[in-house]
C-alpha cells in the first residue's frame, strides 16, 4: 500500500477541487440569482433569511478557498458546521435519521470538509507555499 502514499498530495486535490465546485455550485445562486426564493424556504424552516447570504458567502468563497488550498482548515471546518445545520434544519436527520436518502448529500460533503479540516490541504496548495513553514521552529545559529 505504500505506492498509494504517493497519491496523497493529488488525493486531497481531487477532493478540494470537488468539494469546491460543488459549493460553488450551490453557493452562487444563493447570492446572485435566486436569493428571495432561497430566503423563503429558510424562513419557512425555521433560519431567518439573512441566514441566506451567510450560506451563500460561506458556500460560493470557501469552495473558492477549498480550489486554491487557501485558508482550508479554516474555510472546511466552516463549510462542514454549514453542513450539519443543513441537514439539521433543512434535511431532518434528528427528525428522521433513518431516512437517508434526505440528507446523504449534505452529510458526503460534511464528511469531505471535515476530513480537509482535519488532514489540511496537502502539498499541492497555496497553504503550503504560503505557511509550510509557520510554526516550525528555526534552528539555533
Known sequence: MGILEQFKPLGLLFLRVALGVIFIFHGYPKLF??????MGFFQHIGLPG???FIAGVLEFFGGILLIIG????????????????????AHGIFSHPSAVDNYQFPLVCCA??????????GVISLDHILFRNVGKSRKPK
Open 112 to 121: 469531505g470538509a471535515f476530513a480537509l479540516a482535519t488532514i489540511g490541504a
Open 33 to 38: 440569482s435566486s436569493t428571495q426564493q432561497t
Open 50 to 52: 439573512y441566514f441566506v
Open 70 to 89: 487557501l485558508f482550508t482548515r479554516i474555510a472546511s471546518f466552516l463549510l462542514a458546521g454549514e453542513m450539519v445545520v443543513a441537514m439539521w434544519k
